[in-house]
T-cell receptor, first 110, second 113 residues
Framework: DAKTTQPTSMDCAEGRAANLPCNHS???????VYWYRQIHSQGPQYIIH???NNETNEMASLIITEDRKSSTLILPHATLRDTAVYYC???????????FGEGTQLTVNP | DAGVTQSPTHLIKTRGQQVTLRCSPK?????VSWYQQALGQGPQFIFQ???????QRGNFPDRFSGHQFPNYSSELNVNALLLGDSALYLC????????????FGSGTRLTVV
């Protein structure tokens, strides 16, 4: 079973920041937080991952709370092409199997 | 740089038949994982291959088997197909050392009738 809880759906206006929350209250010390997204009819796409510290790359930022029980994925300037299902995944080590939940359907509106 | 290539893209099979799906990993990747995604659900892990051996396996029956070749490409075989095997089958590749995330293919849509 997935170890994360995400809202089923969210909406965001184009050009605004999209903040996607994820709860992982049972996360253990050696587990990473991963984010993937899946655009309709495509395979999932890796976005970002982190252990304790906040992370940023060209796609997004990942903010992990100090107690590590929740995190937020931030898309700073959402575009229509960011409409997708976003999955928050907690796994022990890099290279482990990914346990997907239901994810959050993000819809970016014009 | 070619990503993960899966073939065929779509397939229709009859209940009880056998099917083979194929995956070519991203250039430079040596590990291949397979996932099953039913309509409206997240992908479910089937198994992972590294160095031509099955390294991890999810909760799938023995009807699901796989193979990895010396060039790192992989096959997923499903025997005695059931209607419930209808799904999108995804292949994901990665590098065992220096992990930077999985790269997924676009999948094979299998319909069992």
């Amino acid at each position: 079973d997935a170890k994360t809880t995400q809202p089923t759906s969210m909406d965001c206006a184009e050009g605004r920041a999209a903040n996607l929350p994820c709860n992982h209250s049972t996360i253990s010390g050696n587990e990473y937080v991963y984010w993937y997204r899946q655009i309709h009819s495509q395979g999932p796409q890796y976005i970002i991952h982190g252990l304790k510290n906040n992370e940023t790359n060209e796609m997004a930022s990942l903010i992990i709370t100090e107690d590590r029980k929740s995190s937020t994925l931030i898309l700073p300037h959402a575009t229509l092409r960011d409409t997708a299902v976003y999955y928050c995944i907690v796994e022990e080590t890099s290279g482990s199997r990914l346990t997907f939940g239901e994810g959050t359907q993000l819809t970016v509106n014009p | 740089d070619a990503g993960v290539t899966q073939s065929p893209t779509h397939l229709i099979k009859t209940r009880g038949q056998q099917v083979t799906l194929r995956c070519s990993p991203k250039s430079g990747h040596d590990t291949v994982s397979w996932y099953q995604q039913a309509l409206g659900q997240g992908p479910q892990f089937i198994f992972q291959y590294y160095e031509e051996e099955e390294r991890q396996r999810g909760n799938f029956p023995d009807r699901f088997s796989g193979h990895q070749f010396p060039n790192y490409s992989s096959e997923l075989n499903v025997n005695a197909l059931l209607l419930g095997d209808s799904a999108l089958y995804l292949c994901a590749s990665s590098l065992d050392s220096g992990w930077y995330g999985y790269t997924f293919g676009s999948g094979t849509r299998l319909t069992v009738v």
